[in-house]
C-alpha cells in the first residue's frame, strides 16, 4: 500500500530537549515536505527536498533542520524546541514526473506539544 | 510574494444542495498548478481534485468541479448534492516553482 509514514503521531516534551520526527515513503517520490499547521494559518512548508542530499527553505524554517540521505526518509529536527513550536506537523511526498508536480502524499500527522 | 486566500472561514449547506468555496491566489509565475485538499475530522489530507495553470478545461471530479479565472487568479471549488461526508476543513493550495502554499482553510458544514 502507497503511503507515507510518520512517528510519532503523538509527543509531549520540555523545551530544549531534542527531538526527531521521522518520515518514510514507499512510492520513489522524488520530492518530500515538511508542513506545520496552525488554527487560522492553514499549513506553511517548513522545508522541502527535491532529491537525496537537496533540501530547501520553506516559509517557516526557523528552529527546524531536515536531512535527505536516503530517497524515502526525510527526518525533521528539532535542535532545542520551544513552546512556539506546538503545532500539528505534516510529511508529504509527490512525484515530480515530466508531467509535472504531481498531488502531495500525505503523512497522518504528528501532534507535538512542547512545555 | 506568492500567497493564497480563502476568504470564508466557515461555511454550512444543507445535504443534497450545492456550495461554492472561493480561492485567490497571487503569483507572478505562468506555470503552476492548483489543489483542493480535504480534511476531515481524522486530520488526513485527502487531495480533492487538480488543476494545471496551462489548462483553460475546468477540472472535475465527480460532484466536485472547479471554476478556474487564471486572469484573475480564482479557483473555486463547487461541490455538488452535499452529503455529510463532504464535513470538513477545504484548503486550496498551488505550487510555483517547487514550494507549495496553502490557504488558511474553509470549514464546511453539511447540514442533515
Known amino acids: 500500500e502507497a503511503q507515507v509514514t510518520q512517528n510519532p503521531r503523538y509527543l509531549i516534551t520540555v523545551t530544549g530537549k531534542k527531538l526527531t520526527v521521522t518520515c518514510s515513503q514507499n512510492m520513489n517520490h522524488e520530492y518530500m515536505s515538511w508542513y506545520r499547521q496552525d488554527p487560522g494559518l492553514g499549513l506553511r512548508q517548513i522545508y522541502y527536498?527535491?532529491?537525496?542530499?537537496?533540501?530547501d527553505k520553506g516559509d517557516v524554517p526557523e528552529g527546524y533542520k531536515v536531512s535527505r540521505k536516503e530517497k524515502r526518509n526525510f527526518p525533521l529536527i528539532l535542535e532545542s524546541p520551544s513552546p512556539n513550536q506546538t503545532s500539528l506537523y505534516f510529511c508529504?511526498?509527490?512525484?515530480?514526473?515530466?508531467?509535472?508536480?504531481?498531488?502531495?502524499?500525505f503523512g497522518d500527522g504528528t501532534r507535538l506539544s512542547i512545555l | 510574494a506568492q500567497t493564497v486566500t480563502q476568504s470564508q472561514p466557515e461555511m454550512s449547506v444543507q445535504e443534497a444542495e450545492t456550495v461554492t468555496l472561493s480561492c485567490t491566489y497571487d503569483?507572478?509565475?505562468?506555470?503552476?498548478?492548483l489543489f483542493w485538499y480535504k480534511q476531515p475530522p481524522s486530520r488526513q489530507m485527502i487531495l480533492v481534485i487538480r488543476?494545471?495553470?496551462?489548462?483553460?478545461q475546468n477540472a472535475t471530479e465527480n460532484r466536485f468541479s472547479v471554476n478556474f479565472q487564471k486572469a484573475a487568479k480564482s479557483f473555486s471549488l463547487k461541490i455538488s448534492d452535499s452529503q455529510l461526508g463532504d464535513t470538513a476543513m477545504y484548503f486550496c493550495a498551488f505550487i510555483s516553482g517547487n514550494q507549495f502554499y496553502f490557504g488558511t482553510g474553509t470549514s464546511l458544514t453539511v447540514i442533515p
Open positions: 488543476q494545471e495553470a496551462y489548462k483553460q
Open positions: 503569483t507572478s509565475e505562468n506555470n503552476y498548478y
Open positions: 527536498s527535491m532529491n537525496v542530499e537537496v533540501t
Open positions: 508529504a511526498s509527490s512525484s515530480t514526473g515530466p508531467r509535472g508536480h504531481q498531488p502531495q502524499h
